[in-house]
């Protein structure tokens, strides 16, 4: 691991600073929860806690049912990333960084269905592809313990395709269950 050139000092109730190019660049927020583990060789490593991330496998078996059951594109994601994704490229969106539009929706506790199923959607990751951009999708938050955790999205294969209230109830019931899963 290389330096980074920052030095801080713990102070007397052993707090650190982390310098704010850090936290932008880790997209760390005053109140966001930090995991804080070693390693053999004592470097204390802090990362930051995703909370679904927990459940990333479980995810990835709840996105591939969601994209089997309707033959759509699922999604789910954390604060930051994609956590699991089927029916789709994985290269394309798994790990992906999320979209500031789709980071803005989970800050508003939003339900999207993209412009009520017009020809625009929203982007989904920073490095969105603009040809992906005509498909339909609906979004939808993970919320649990009344804060936004994560969203589970469904996007439509193919370009003229429109979303349904039964896909709506469908994104609505993951997220739901996903976040009563977190509560346990």
Do not use: W
Request: proline residues 4%; contains cysteine; negative net charge.
């Amino acid at each position: 691991m290389k330096a980074t050139g920052v030095v801080r000092r713990i102070d007397d109730l052993g707090r650190v600073v982390i310098p704010k190019e850090i936290r932008k660049t880790l997209r760390i927020k005053e109140g966001d929860p930090l995991e804080i583990f070693t390693d053999r060789e004592g470097q204390v490593i802090l990362k930051k806690y995703s909370p679904i991330g927990e459940l990333s496998e479980f995810a990835a078996g709840y996105a591939e049912t969601l994209s089997k059951t309707t033959g759509h594109i699922a999604c789910i994601t954390d604060k930051d990333t994609i956590i699991a994704v089927s029916g789709g490229s994985k290269k394309e969106f798994l790990e992906q960084d999320i979209s500031k539009e789709l980071e803005k929706l989970m800050e508003d506790k939003e339900i999207y269905t993209s412009k009520e199923n017009s020809d625009i959607a929203m982007p989904i990751t920073k490095n969105e592809n603009p040809e992906r951009k005509n498909s339909a999708q609906i979004v939808y938050p993970i919320i649990s313990n009344g804060d936004t955790i994560g969203t589970v999205i469904l996007m439509a294969k193919e370009p003229k395709t429109k979303m349904n209230e039964a896909e709506k109830k469908v994104v609505q019931s993951a997220a739901s269950f996903l976040g009563s899963q977190m509560e346990i």
